[in-house]
């Protein structure tokens, strides 16, 4: 059986979590990789909405779920997540590697007060947290706040990061009680968290090596990478396929395949370059017939046409062989859709997007023009199948694929599980 890593190829909000959750139907395991509580992943499932930001998107199935040591961990999130699920009826059986790092309150306290404006993050410390992650010196991992030595190594920490904490406005009085204010937390989070812990790189390789089906699920968009996206309106985590093996702990021998998921159109939340951006009407009507508004924070995202080039990028660098389209019913009822095959740069014409800040800024998008298609009541499509579907929305899947070089395996009209439907191509998928 087959280890499949899930990511995105935009600018995060593809839909992630919903693919996760269709594919984990196959699935022995699901592994988040990247990121932290700055995620959202929604699933729809027999009329429940689940808004994940932790979690993986498999536990709605019932599936085996690991959280890897390269998220940002914020026990605070996880546990009011954990309650949700239970309320909900859900059987959790999860892990938490003992090297995630540790998000504490400081750290959103930060994200707020500096960097949250200026670049536009979601405000959840996770760029904070993963600095002093690589500074190592200020750096906390889950498996510290069960040490003996974890209120020592807290207040060093604290003293360390003084300067920086009253400089910010985060810290205003005595840094002992604030200090204590944390240990108080951590002694909650002690207990809930202990019977979770477990070290993910020795389960997930040996459910490798024992021939489980192992989906990796990652957070967040290729071009918002932080090494490869557009920096530095990225995110602070290894978003591409490869964040697989460093967020996790496996060979790069132990990916099968890489299935890249997209949007039928482009959307972006917060700062940074958007060449295919949309204004006026059609671009309210996609974001509100889309419901574009972040699952984390709830910020209207910015939407604009199809971007080939970007998505190229993406093929690229992540070797995605398969992708599944999402919200391909969001453009039903429009006459025509533009869809950006090149962009001209500096008087010349470029296929793959070069992902450079001031480079996306010049960009001008090259259009082609397709049909559109009108459908009212998807529900009988689906139950139809992919054949029934408009010939327009079928000619549409298969430029993308064309142009890609992919093979589409699932499309999604419908937040839904039972609103996406499957190719021929999704048999490959499994039998790998």
Not at 34 to 55: D, F, M, P, Q, R
Not at 195 to 203: H, T
Not at 246 to 264: E, Q, R
Request: net charge negative; proline share 4%; with cysteine.
């Amino acid at each position: 059986m087959p280890g499949i890593v899930v990511v995105g190829m935009q600018f995060g909000d593809e839909s992630k979590g919903a693919v996760v959750d269709y594919l984990a139907e196959w699935a022995d395991l699901v592994v988040r990789y990247n990121g932290g509580s700055n995620a959202g992943h929604t699933v729809v499932a027999e009329g429940i909405k689940y808004k994940l930001h932790l979690v993986p998107s498999g536990v709605v199935r019932g599936k085996r779920v690991v959280i890897g040591a390269g998220i940002a961990f914020d026990p605070e999130v996880f546990l009011e997540e954990l309650e949700d699920l239970k309320a909900k009826g859900r059987k959790i059986d999860l892990l938490i590697s003992k090297k995630a790092t540790l998000v504490l309150p400081y750290h959103k306290e930060l994200d707020a007060a500096i960097a949250g404006g200026r670049i536009g993050t979601t405000k959840r410390g996770i760029g904070p947290a993963y600095q002093d992650k690589m500074s190592r010196v200020t750096g906390l991992k889950v498996m510290d706040l069960f040490s003996d030595r974890f209120s020592e190594r807290l207040l060093e920490v604290l003293k360390l990061k003084e300067q920086e904490l009253r400089s910010s406005g985060v810290l205003k009085g005595n840094i002992e009680e604030y200090y204590r204010e944390i240990m108080k937390l951590s002694e909650k989070w002690r207990r809930e968290l202990a019977s979770f812990l477990g070290d993910d790189f020795m389960e997930v390789n040996e459910a490798i090596a024992s021939g489980k089906f192992v989906i990796f699920e990652g957070a967040q968009g290729t071009m918002l990478d932080v090494d490869h996206g557009t920096y530095p309106f990225v995110t602070s985590s290894s978003t591409i396929a490869g964040g697989a093996c460093t967020g996790v702990g496996i060979s790069p021998l132990a990916i099968d395949a890489v299935i890249g998921v997209m949007k039928a159109y482009t959307t972006r939340v917060g700062k940074g370059p958007f060449p295919t951006e949309l204004t006026g009407d059609i671009a309210q009507y996609i974001r509100d017939k889309g419901g574009e508004y972040g699952t984390t924070t709830g910020r209207p995202r910015r939407v604009g046409w199809l971007d080939l080039p970007m998505l190229r990028y993406s093929v690229m660098i992540n070797g995605i062989g398969y992708v599944a389209i999402r919200k391909l019913d969001v453009l039903s009822g429009l006459k025509k859709l533009k869809v950006a095959v090149a962009y001209e740069l500096d008087g010349e014409e470029v296929k793959v997007a070069p992902p450079y800040v001031e480079d996306m800024e010049r960009a001008k998008p090259i259009y082609e023009e397709l049909d559109g298609w009108n459908v009212e009541d998807w529900d009988e499509l689906v139950k139809k199948g992919w054949d029934s579907f408009p010939s327009e929305a079928r000619d549409y899947v298969r430029f993308v694929e064309r142009e890609l070089g992919v093979k589409a395996i699932l499309i999604g009209v419908g937040p839904e599980r039972e609103m996406t439907v499957s190719t021929s191509y999704l048999k490959e998928i499994i039998e790998l």
